[in-house]
């Protein structure tokens, strides 16, 4: 199984600042026949489901505020958000699709400094 | 409304069995791979299960058979028979749909509220 590996596990970030969560894979989930990284990132509030952000390591989810950003490729990935807003104070979690079972990172808690 | 709806969680001793159910609404349900993914209180997202258009389940390799997906398209409906619970299986129990129908690529874009399951004498 691939092990998905995020930091810092939490991180507090004052208002209007940028926010950044890092995802490491245990190996490449970089596919060679359309060269997408097949990585997800996913934010979740208290009592609800996981809401998804961002797919294909850097796609943005129809909806999803543009302070909301994915980067990387093969094993190291990054979740951007530039300008925190109040509303984004979640846990966020990577995943990666590249190979059944799909996985998950342990999740970051974001919070408000 | 498009929606996922979960159902059956509750109160089981440990060696007990719980079918979970998730009723799907708003979209053809047919068409896409399902999949149950749980959390326990406080902790990560844990993927358990899913299965195809065509019937066929995927488990993860540590699974020892405990747990059964099934899926009833007449009825929009997907199940989980979980057998032999143990107090790790104590969670929150989603069912999640793959985000782009038949592609196989399970990222998640649909999920219901969760049914919690809690294992305990």
């Known amino acids: 199984d691939i092990v998905m590996t995020q930091s810092p596990d939490s991180l507090a970030v004052s208002l209007g600042e940028r926010a950044t969560i890092n995802c490491k894979s245990s190996?490449?989930?970089?596919?060679?026949?359309?060269?997408?990284?097949?990585l997800a990132w996913y934010q979740q509030k208290p009592g609800q489901p996981p809401k998804l952000l961002i797919y294909?390591?850097?796609t943005r989810e129809s909806g999803v505020p543009d302070r909301f950003s994915g980067s990387g490729s093969r094993t190291d990935f990054t979740l951007t958000i530039s300008s925190l807003q109040a509303e984004d104070v979640a846990v966020y979690y990577c995943?990666?699709?590249?190979?059944?079972?799909?996985?998950f990172g342990q999740g970051t808690k974001l919070e408000i400094k | 409304e498009v929606q996922l709806v979960e159902s059956g969680g509750g109160l089981v001793q440990p060696g007990g069995s719980l079918r979970l159910s998730c009723a799907a609404s708003?979209?053809?349900?047919?068409?896409?791979?399902m999949h149950w993914v749980r959390q326990a209180t406080g902790k990560g997202l844990e993927w358990v299960s899913a299965?195809?258009?065509?019937?066929?389940?995927y488990y993860p390799g540590s699974e020892k058979g405990r747990f059964t997906i099934s899926r009833e398209n007449a009825r929009n409906s997907l199940y989980l028979q979980m057998n032999s619970l143990r107090a790790g299986d104590t969670a929150v129990y989603y069912c999640?749909?793959?985000?782009?129908?038949?592609?196989?690529?399970?990222?998640?874009?649909?999920w219901g509220r969760g049914t919690l399951v809690t294992v305990s004498s």
């Open positions: 995943q990666q699709y590249y190979s059944t079972p799909p996985t």
């Open positions: 999640a749909r793959e985000a782009v129908a038949g592609t196989r690529d399970w990222y998640f874009d649909l």
């Open positions: 190996q490449s989930v970089l596919y060679s026949s359309n060269n997408k990284n097949s």
């Open positions: 294909w390591a850097s």
């Open positions: 299965i195809g258009t065509a019937g066929d389940p």
């Open positions: 708003g979209f053809t349900f047919s068409s896409y791979d």
